[in-house]
C-alpha cells in the first residue's frame, strides 16, 4: 500500500464509496493533483453512486488542489487533513462542501 498514488486512490473511489453515506446527496469535486501519481480528476457523486473521470469535467461544486504526496498521505491517515489546509499545503474552494462529502470519500 506505500505505493498508492493520488490516481490510485481516486479512480477506486467507486468501488469503495459507501452508497448509504452518500444519499441522496449530489456534487462534483475537481481535483488537481501535481507530481508524478497525480493528475486532473472529476469525482461525480451522485444517486448514491460515485463516478470518477480523468480530466475536468462538469462544473465543480468544490476543486481540491494538492500534490500527490499530501494526498496519499491524507487518505493513509499519516498526514492531519485540517494541518495541511491550514499549512496551505491542501487547498480546498468549498470547505462546507467538502465536509459533507469527506467521510463517504474515506479522506477523513
Known sequence: MS???????????????NPEALGDKETVF???V?????????????D???EVK?????????????????LVEVVQKKRN???????GKL??????EMMKFAKPLGLM
Open 3 to 17: 505505493d498508492l498514488t493520488a490516481k490510485d486512490f481516486l479512480m477506486s473511489l467507486p468501488e469503495r464509496v
Open 30 to 32: 475537481h481535483f488537481d
Open 34 to 46: 501535481s507530481g508524478e501519481g497525480g493528475g486532473q480528476f472529476t469525482a461525480i457523486l451522485k
Open 48 to 50: 448514491g453512486t460515485a
Open 54 to 70: 480523468e480530466g475536468f469535467h462538469d462544473e465543480a461544486k468544490c476543486k481540491i488542489t494538492t500534490t500527490n504526496k499530501i
Open 81 to 87: 487533513p485540517q494541518m495541511a489546509v491550514f499549512t
Open 91 to 96: 487547498k480546498i474552494s468549498n470547505l462546507g
